[in-house]
């Protein structure tokens, strides 16, 4: 009941969101119109005789429905409905701000251009005031919106089951904390989750006599039924961790639960050298399972991806087609090699890719390529000098597997062995996986665990400055490297 309940409010919240910014783009709309008449149509003496007629005009109708749509896409891209809770009224001003600026263009470009303006001072003045019309009015409404949601979330209306995990002493320190804090969080703690065992290597002894009574302890190992089970949509992480190894290997195993996790800024500091708090008024607490990217950037990214590969796969079909005749002459076994890689949030997935190896090429268990690998067939040394056996993956890019741009994704044989020297490989399931990847322009294939290591520093600077123009640059190298064929 508590997760229908929750899943309820958050699609409620939503869905205000976006029917309240219709309403609030289409009232700016409207009376923007009203003003376009006064300034512009009647003074121009056109064959409007009222502004009744002008109003209801076949092309003014039509764009009082489209314009607010086309507000709805670029409120979208904004990030700003990705998540309807905890929202800042500083963040959510300067997204209305700038959301309201590249709507004014637009619709500038699209349907005001045309207008019989008598001189360009006066198109400037239209836009500002489209502007202001559209910022103000969105904006009051998105405050009227979110302060209903803080109002419930005060009265504690709408709550979100949470999960402590960590050592006993922290967990019940953080939850002390939370529960004489004057701010309601929402954070509705409904049981913790011992670590002790696994950071002491104590079997099955969890020390319970330190928790409160009335709440429920479980094993790490049960975790991912209890989150089903009980419809956790937070877990707060509390570690006494000194030098952030147990904390990377605690992380490893919540990122495969897709919830968000929260820890300390003191431990996100000393585990990413950044700070990026979640709220400034109550318990500082910082969302480790997403990278520090705004919501608009990761919109922009995913919706990207999806446009340049279904442009690239349409464009370059002709060439897959003829590189899986030549595979097929080449050497016996299937065009396309299929993989299971570990993804975003540690989500597997099934990796495509031209087949440029033997098919019996693994048969004594997983191993990495080499340059002269005489496991490789002479198409595939071609191809993959040149990175065309990359090709389909521009599908799992697609259908949301793979980014154009990211950390390139492990099997798990190799991601056990990773972890084992390098525990912060952790962090890379913060972003999806990607066909190139700064790692990839910089150090080239890996040939053993040593060389994987080594592309990992690439990969976790690009985590730590994801930006569109940092995977600009990326491409930029990457394309260099197919048509110089650098790519062995």
């Not at 605690?250 to 003191?266: A, G, H, R, V, Y």
Request: charge should be positive.
């Amino acid at each position: 009941m508590r997760v229908s309940h929750r899943m309820t409010s958050e699609m409620a919240q939503r869905i205000r969101y976006i029917a309240g910014d219709f309403l609030a783009a289409s009232i700016a709309w409207f009376l923007f119109n009203i003003i376009r008449y006064i300034d512009v149509e009647e003074p121009q003496g056109t064959n409007y005789s009222s502004l009744w007629d002008f109003l209801s005009c076949p092309n003014v109708i039509l764009g009082q429905i489209l314009f607010p749509m086309l507000m709805i896409g670029i409120y979208y891209l904004s990030g700003y409905y990705n998540n309807p809770f905890f929202k800042s009224r500083i963040e959510e001003m300067l997204t209305t701000v700038s959301s309201s600026v590249v709507g004014s263009i637009a619709i500038f470009f699209i349907a005001i251009i045309n207008d019989p303006i008598p001189d360009r001072a006066s198109n400037y003045e239209l836009i500002l005031m489209l502007w202001g019309l559209l910022f103000m009015v969105v904006w009051v409404e998105r405050l009227c919106i979110t302060q209903f949601g803080i109002n419930r979330i005060r009265r504690h209306h709408w709550k979100f089951p949470t999960l402590i995990v960590g050592e006993a002493h922290k967990s019940v320190a953080l939850y002390d904390r939370l529960s004489k804090s004057a701010r309601t969080t929402g954070y509705d703690i409904v049981g913790f989750v011992n670590t002790d065992a696994v950071s002491h290597g104590v079997a099955e002894n969890m020390t319970t006599t330190a928790y409160p009574p009335e709440m429920e302890v479980f094993r790490i190992e049960d975790i991912k039924e209890v989150c089903r089970d009980r419809g956790i949509k937070n877990l707060i992480v509390a570690t006494d961790d000194k030098d952030g190894n147990d904390t990377f290997a605690l992380l490893n195993k919540l990122f495969s639960l897709e919830l968000p996790i929260l820890i300390s800024p003191t431990l996100f500091h000393l585990i990413t050298g950044k700070q990026k708090l979640r709220d400034v008024a109550g318990e500082p607490l910082v969302d480790i399972s997403f990278p520090s990217m705004s919501q608009s950037t990761a919109n922009l990214k995913r919706w990207g991806d999806a446009f340049v590969s279904a442009i690239t796969l349409t464009l370059l079909s002709p060439l897959m087609a003829l590189l899986a005749i030549a595979i097929k002459l080449d050497s016996k076994g299937p065009v396309l090699y299929r993989q299971e890689r570990i993804g975003y949030h540690k989500k597997p997935f099934k990796i495509l890719k031209f087949r440029t190896m033997r098919v019996d090429a693994e048969s004594h268990g997983p191993q990495l390529s080499s340059t002269d690998d005489p496991r490789i067939t002479r198409l595939g040394r071609i191809m993959r000098k040149y990175r065309l056996d990359e090709l389909p993956q521009f599908w799992n890019v697609l259908v949301g597997d793979m980014s154009i741009v990211g950390p390139r994704p492990e099997r798990e044989f190799f991601i056990r062995q990773i972890l084992q020297r390098a525990p912060y490989y952790a962090l890379i399931h913060q972003v999806r996986p990607g066909i190139t990847s700064w790692g990839m322009v910089r150090h080239g294939y890996a040939s053993d665990v040593d060389g994987m290591i080594d592309r990992l520093q690439y990969d976790l600077l690009y985590i730590a400055n994801v930006s569109l123009m940092v995977d600009l640059k990326i491409l930029v190298y990457t394309v260099n490297t197919v048509f110089t064929g650098k790519g062995v």
